[in-house]
């Protein structure tokens, strides 16, 4: 069955830094743009960046340029959010998302928290 398992989330302090992963199962992985997603207590669910399929494009919220970046393994089934100069705002339930665009998300994984505080 389809599978998308995200781990690396944790506690981290203001400025530091964390390596997400979402590991894929159950599908044709290099067929598909994952996406990351995010949702902290009390917000909406918002994109924070997507990857396309072969991984030539990438896209990113405002908020997160120039700090995070996203790539992808598709040997391994692997998407890695790497998540640097982190803000206390980050916190939240981070979710990888696969879909044939990085804006329909036809899959979900379970979420990995990240919290980023002192």
């Known amino acids: 069955q389809v599978q998308l398992v995200e781990s690396g989330g944790g506690l981290v302090q203001p400025g530091g830094s964390l390596r997400l992963s979402c590991a894929a199962s159950g599908f044709t992985f290099s067929s598909y743009a994952i996406s990351w997603h995010r949702q902290a207590p009390g917000k909406k669910r918002e994109l924070v960046a997507a990857?396309?399929?072969?991984?030539?494009?990438?896209t990113f919220a405002d908020s997160v340029k120039g700090r995070f970046t996203i790539s992808r393994d598709n040997a391994k089934n692997t998407v890695y959010l790497q998540m640097n100069s982190l803000k206390p705002e980050d916190t939240a339930v981070y979710y990888c998302?696969?879909?044939?665009?990085?804006?329909?998300?036809?899959?979900w994984g379970q979420g990995t928290q990240v919290i980023v505080s002192s």
């Open positions: 998302s696969a879909g044939p665009t990085p804006f329909s998300p036809r899959y």
């Open positions: 990857i396309t399929s072969a991984g030539g494009s990438t």
